[in-house]
């Protein structure tokens, strides 16, 4: 088999069982079974589980970040406009985590505190580079910083979410009071 076509095996059968079963549930041997190749030959494509999930995160981040920037809905204003675009990258995130790792392993796992920083840096970066091809970032470059606050705040309070919910319910709860508490002030000082 082609070493590409590997890769997407391992890959596509990766992101098939972490969303059945959660990051932490699922072994390397039961990824290598679903892929129909021998667990090393992984190992020559990724340096580990974690490495997959995160190129599997950032692959479906991206894309779906790049579909919501590229909608070109009409609104009132400069703000409404960056307020949607935030809480619709806030939701992509938060589904992210939940749909491929996991709250338990999130919550349980002792390195996937340091895992979570990784992401969340990379997040930032991939979100700050896409808000950033935008026309009204594009064109003010001196309104990077008010971005780059107002991303890092957003993504640090979403994340918190995980760990301070405890159902579905709560989560709605923490969203609208985002959206509609805290997030305009956040808008505001970041234009």
Sequence with gaps: MEPEKIKESILRAAKELFRKYGYHKTSVNEIAKKARIAKATIYKYFESKEQILDFILMDYLDVNLHGILSNKAQFVNEEEHLKALVMKTCRLSF??????????????????????????DQLEALLLSAYLELDHFKNNPAKRDG?????????????????????????????????????????????
Excluded: M
């Design 147 to 191: 971005l780059a606050f107002l991303l890092k705040a957003s993504k640090s309070i979403v994340f918190s979410f995980a760990f301070t919910s405890v159902s579905d319910s709560d989560v709605r709860k923490n969203f609208v009071a985002f959206q509609k508490e805290i997030l305009p002030y956040l808008v505001k000082a970041a234009l």
């Design 95 to 120: 589904t992210v985590c939940n749909e491929f790792i996991g709250w338990d392993f999130v919550r349980e796992n002792a390195n996937s505190q340091e895992f979570l920083k990784h992401l969340s």
